[in-house]
């Protein structure tokens, strides 16, 4: 007892792993890797997985796998086999080659976040999302100095017509951004129209197919079944050479184990199984594992995305994606909360940290998320990014040189002295410390006379110069023109069929 406080976190004698770890956030031990794996690999092989797809049946079928309606089995060694041919590290293109990024090994990728039909303005209010909304997103990923990629359908403004949605956001995210491009299709035709649209823009579909331009997010429904939407993108974003996203979203006590260790083999058992079809139909497609599998508030039967389970969960995925090889994807800046207050920061600075402490190659929802997912903010989203600039330069090692320890100017100083009038501290003041562009520092006095501004406020100020400041990317007038008739063909289209 301290301070009539009962402190229980005592370690066993039998912890002695436990107790000897640098990194108290990675926390498997070889023994627990195995474990998870040989559950994987039983979930695989008998309970299988379902695929609502005839050709993804019959590539499985002439691949050996044994398949019972439209259920696969997997054995072991034929998962183990797929996984040789997939790369631990790839490029993404960029229309800008000095904007190309590489996904695996001890390096990651931002992307901002995506899918949500709301808007939450600063102050809390929520309404529908416009096309002015998707357009804006896009201008501060193109303009972000944080963020690597661009994501297609950042918000879906309810009012496109579905149909012709999906180009619609994918050509303004071409036309806005030439940083790579994070795709995420909703249904086999969307893959279809990436490829095509992208073909536009690089020229041909086999400039297309060199090395992919795009990565897209292919979700299974949990548990354990890839829908026809699912398996039919996975198949023809393969077959297109571009990079594939297999991840979940695993509610444990809902759509997996109520125990976070049965609900990580379920996440990962459906995510090696994509892995799996996208190798048998083009060896060596780029494939990243993991999801965004989290707890469940069962008073609510909802996810809870700002949750400590989200962290542990992630720090599974991680540990196991290195076990089997492959470039994994989670956290990002996530949070429950329906404004961009203290609760949202709190809880996106959390897993976004951790994320990146622990290994996580490729971090989709970086920026913006509000409302788990349902909705974006663009204050959201510059907070998020300065949080992303905070973090990127926190996990730079520091630079250990004879001339940065400094030897000769400290003995030459001695005890009592300053350094500011230094010339390496006029050399290096504007790099060596990260700069914010959003967080005060300055007194209480300059604060107060200010206004007391909160962060909220900064941010809603910094949000309307950046988008006065945007400027478009170079883009060759024919290529725009030839993706806005791309655009006309599909809603004269979806208007006959109709």
């Known amino acids: ?27 498997l031990s070889d023994s627990g890797k195995e474990k998870i794996h040989a559950a994987c690999m039983e979930v695989l092989g008998k309970t299988g997985v379902v695929f609502e797809d005839d050709e993804a049946l019959a590539i499985f079928k002439a691949n050996d796998f044994s398949v019972e309606g439209n259920k696969v089995f997997f054995r072991e060694e034929q998962v183990m086999k797929a996984l040789e041919t997939a790369p631990s590290e790839f490029l993404i293109r960029a229309r800008d080659p ?19 039909p709301f808007m939450i303005d600063a102050d809390g209010t929520r309404r529908s999302a416009t096309m002015e909304d998707a357009d804006n997103c896009l201008k501060l990923a193109q303009s972000s100095p944080y963020i690597d990629m661009a994501a297609s359908g950042m918000v879906c403004p309810p009012d496109l017509n579905p149909k012709t949605a999906s180009a619609e956001l994918l050509a303004s995210t071409f036309i806005h951004s ?25 020229g041909s579909r086999e400039e297309v197919m060199k090395s992919p331009v795009a990565i897209t997010s292919i979700n299974p429904t949990s548990p354990l079944i890839f829908g026809p939407e699912a398996a039919g993108s996975v198949i023809e974003l393969a077959r297109g050479g571009q990079a594939l996203l297999i991840s979940s ?24 199984a994509g892995v799996v079809l996208a190798q048998l139909v083009r060896p060596g497609t780029p494939c990243v594992c993991g999801g ?133 501290t006029a050399m ?5 410390f990260f700069l914010p562009t959003l967080a005060y520092r300055n007194n209480y006095t300059k604060w107060e006379a200010a206004g007391k501004p909160q962060l909220t406020d900064t941010a809603r100020l910094h949000v309307r110069e950046r988008l006065s400041a945007y400027t478009k990317p170079d883009m060759d007038p024919a ?20």
Request: with cysteine; charged share 20%; hydrophobic share 40%.
């Open 249 to 272: 979203m695993v509610m444990a006590g809902l759509s997996g184990p109520i125990t976070l260790a049965g609900t990580a083999v379920l996440e990962m058992a459906e995510s090696l």
């Open 428 to 432: 290096r003041c504007r790099t060596e």
């Open 98 to 116: 000095e904007k190309t990024v590489r996904i695996g090994g001890d390096h990651f990728v931002l992307s901002p976040g995506w899918g949500a």
């Open 292 to 424: 965004t599998s989290c707890g469940a508030d069962l008073r609510l039967c909802s996810a809870t995305i700002g949750s400590p389970e989200l962290l542990k969960m992630m720090n599974i995925a991680t540990e196991m994606a290195r076990y089997y090889g492959l470039p994994c994807r989670y956290g990002g800046g996530l949070t429950d909360a329906h404004a961009p207050d203290a609760q949202a920061g709190m809880e996106s600075a959390l897993t976004m940290a951790l994320s990146l402490a622990a290994g996580t190659h490729y971090m989709h929802q970086a920026c913006g998320i509000l409302g788990a997912y349902t909705a974006m903010s663009l204050e959201k989203f510059v907070m998020d990014e300065e949080l992303a600039g905070a973090l990127r330069r926190a996990l730079q090692p520091v630079e250990i040189t004879d001339e940065t320890l400094a030897l000769d100017t400290i003995t030459r100083l001695g005890a009592g002295s300053s350094f500011l009038m230094e010339p390496t």
């Open 1 to 27: 007892m301290i301070f009539g406080i009962s402190i229980n976190h005592t370690i066993e004698p039998d912890h002695k792993e436990w107790r000897h770890m640098l990194n108290r956030f990675q926390t």
């Open 178 to 202: 030439d940083k790579p491009l994070t795709g995420n299709p909703c249904s086999r035709e969307n893959a279809v129209e990436l490829l095509e649209m992208a073909s536009i823009v690089w």
């Open 479 to 498: 290529i725009e023109k030839d993706l806005m008739a791309y655009i006309d063909a599909r809603r004269a289209s979806s208007s006959t069929a109709a």
